[in-house]
């Protein structure tokens, strides 16, 4: 019985700790108002007991302010309504006058525990944050050592002269890489999920994005026969390039990882009128109209890819980068086996480009 | 190779002529295999655990390249480069983490030369280095001509050619291949560039670069939408493929 009396206690002590604190806090606003009151000849100070209703919704939450609120109400009707010192509401002016406050209490309450839990939840952000940084550093560092000390035997030469052993060390390595590829997806899935993805945007020449994204995978989709083609002097865009060059990396890993290798995958970037298109297409396995619609939610893996591992983060980890700086992913594809095309659509800052352009060749020398 | 195993500095380097390379990290595992990949390729190699004693035992020798990584536990990478740039002009190449560009930045306009992004390979660190410590033996030997692909760029004739032939360019052009050429196989970082070619008013003009960037890789490049003489390194600034007469370009 004790035990279960100690339970209730332990459950309602904090919540009626902050209903106290709330209830101290009016009365020492009515003392006061009371003392403007009574020595300093003050009438209308109703908006006085607002004050701590606003402090206990921020301090304490929702339950303290209602509390707060309905007691504000005795000392303002005794201290402020004519006649005062008695608890009588007569006059439709003070009942108007209460209507208002309790309104404007109820109001003010929601508002400020919407602000105080907007602020748990940054601050649950930030850890989250925090412990997934932590961990992706402490998986990367051994991963950089293991990819760096095969990246050495790879070169010496009694490795190098065993084939064998080579295969062993290119294993460690690409397995390395493979790693370190699905450790960035977290990163990047953490990045979207807490749905605050922060562009740093700049312009950007986009043959400057995709050749760096090309670079990076270049090793990696070494199995495909890669065709690249850049239309010359596109406008640039304005966007966060690592972002727009990790998104395109997600679309091309994606490409490569769906089709047999030494099929084709061919990258092309060319600008229509206000945009810039970024097309992959791959002969793979091709999306069905269904899985085309789930292909940009999380977690979306086709039923058809038993034998090929992944997360099914690629695409939505691409869908949200670019949504985030203003773009669009749409993916088209012929039918299962039928090969896919992902297109990447970004606007073009193609009248600052214009501009840019002229300028030099007037300050050139 | 067979340049770099010249003896380019007297006195202390004369007893051997292997050069010397001080690589700082805490993590013991990447020590040993830079080690060991440096030594593979005739390199002889000094290690420090800490920004402390990167910067102590860097005045107690002069080694002729440092790498270092910028998570140190003790301080900052910005104040060991800082610190060794003090007193010497030892080439610096900075390990870093990806999606970091700003603090790569920091670190390059702080004097140091190059970066490579954590996970690495021996070969990419390796051609880092190797680009950083020509630089110095050319400003030691006074070799002019600086060859990357079919471009070489003549330093002491201010001429610039293509696959033999001569390019006419203008004067800003000129310059900012200069810079590129001084550093090449190395990164330069924007502000770098724009502050030497356009003078500091217009540091914060990256645009200007990138325009110009477009127009001259039309003179030099074979395709300029896939440029493998004048390479973009996204977010931090331009750099100049490095190049071996032997081997010609090297990947970047």
């Given at each position: ?14 919540e ?5 604190s ?21 009438t ?9 209703v ?19 109400v ?5 201290l ?6 008695d608890?009588k ?6 009942v ?32 989250r ?5 932590s ?9 950089a ?21 080579a295969?062993?060390v ?14 960035q997806?977290l ?6 999920s ?13 043959a ?21 083609e ?45 945009h ?41 980890i ?48 | 190779m067979l ?6 500095k007297s ?5 051997t ?50 790498i270092?990584?910028?998570?140190l536990?003790d301080i ?10 003090g ?10 983490v ?10 390059l306009?702080l ?31 006074g070799?002019p001509v ?6 070489s ?5 201010r ?20 810079i ?9 970082t924007?502000?770098?560039l ?40 996204l977010?931090?600034g331009y750099?100049?493929?490095q ?10």
């Open positions: 019985m004790d035990k279960w009396m100690l339970k209730a206690w332990e459950w309602l002590w904090p009626m700790r902050k209903i106290l709330a209830l101290l806090l009016v009365a020492i606003v009515s003392f006061a108002v009371f003392l403007l009151v009574h020595y300093g000849g003050v209308r100070a109703s908006v006085a007991f607002l004050l701590p606003v402090i206990a919704a921020i301090r304490w939450g929702p339950v303290a302010a209602m509390a707060a609120t309905i007691t504000g005795v000392p303002m009707v005794f402020l309504y004519d006649p005062i010192y608890l509401v007569s006059d439709p002016q003070q108007l006058d209460l209507g208002l406050y309790v309104f404007v209490a109820v109001v003010v309450s929601r508002l400020a525990a919407q602000l105080s839990e907007a602020r748990v939840r940054a601050e649950a952000n930030v850890l944050q925090a412990v997934v940084d961990v992706s550093h402490e998986l990367r560092t051994p991963l050592s293991i990819l760096g000390s095969a990246t050495v035997l790879d070169s010496a030469e009694p490795v190098a002269n065993d084939r064998r052993l295969g062993l290119h294993g460690i390595r690409e397995e390395a890489e493979r790693l370190d590829r699905e450790i997806m990163l990047d899935a953490s990045r979207v807490v749905d605050r993805i922060e562009p740093k945007k700049d312009l950007a020449d986009p400057d994005i995709i050749n760096s994204a090309i670079v990076r995978r270049r090793r990696h989709i070494s199995g495909h026969s890669l065709e690249l850049i239309a010359e002097d596109m406008p640039f865009v304005f966007v966060d390039s690592a972002m727009i060059e990790q998104a395109l990396v997600q679309i091309v890993d994606n490409a490569g990882k769906y089709s047999p290798s030494s099929s084709h995958i061919r990258v092309d970037a060319r600008a229509s009128n206000n810039v298109t970024i097309t992959v297409t791959d002969q793979g396995a091709g999306f069905t109209a269904e899985e085309i619609r789930g292909a940009r939610e999380r977690f979306f893996r086709g039923h058809r890819h038993t034998l090929v591992t992944g997360s099914g983060l690629g695409l939505w691409a869908n949200a980068f670019i949504a985030a700086n203003n773009g669009v992913l749409t993916i088209e594809s012929a039918g299962p086996g039928r090969g896919s095309t992902v297109i990447m659509t970004l606007p073009s800052a193609k009248e600052t480009t214009d501009r840019l352009e002229s300028a030099n060749a007037r300050n050139d020398d | 340049a770099m195993t010249t003896d380019y006195g202390e380097r004369a007893a002529n292997m050069l010397d390379i001080l690589i700082v990290d805490d993590e013991a595992q990447i020590r040993r295999f830079v080690r060991a990949g440096f030594e593979l390729q005739g390199f002889a190699i000094h290690e420090a655990e800490t920004g402390a004693a990167a910067i102590r035992d860097a005045t107690l020798r002069a080694h002729d390249l440092i270092l990584d910028i998570g536990p900052d990478g910005g104040q060991v480069v800082e610190r060794v740039r007193w010497s002009d030892v080439p610096i190449i900075i390990l870093s990806r999606s970091n560009e700003a603090e790569k930045v920091r670190l306009e004097g140091a030369d190059d970066y490579v992004v954590k996970p690495f390979g021996m070969a990419e660190l390796l051609a880092r280095a190797k680009a950083a410590l020509r630089r110095r033996q050319r400003a030691a030997t070799e600086v060859h990357a692909g079919p471009l760029i003549d330093l002491a004739t001429t610039v050619s293509l696959n033999g032939e001569r390019l006419s360019l203008t004067p800003k052009e000129y310059r900012l291949l200069q590129l050429a001084q550093h090449a196989g190395n990164v330069v924007h502000q770098h724009l502050r030497e070619v356009w003078g500091a008013a217009h540091i914060d003009d990256p645009h200007y670069l990138r325009i110009f960037v477009r127009k001259l890789r039309k003179k030099i490049e074979a395709d300029p939408t896939q440029p493998k003489i004048l390479a973009t390194e977010g931090v750099r100049l493929a190049t071996s007469p032997e081997s010609g370009l090297e990947p970047t």
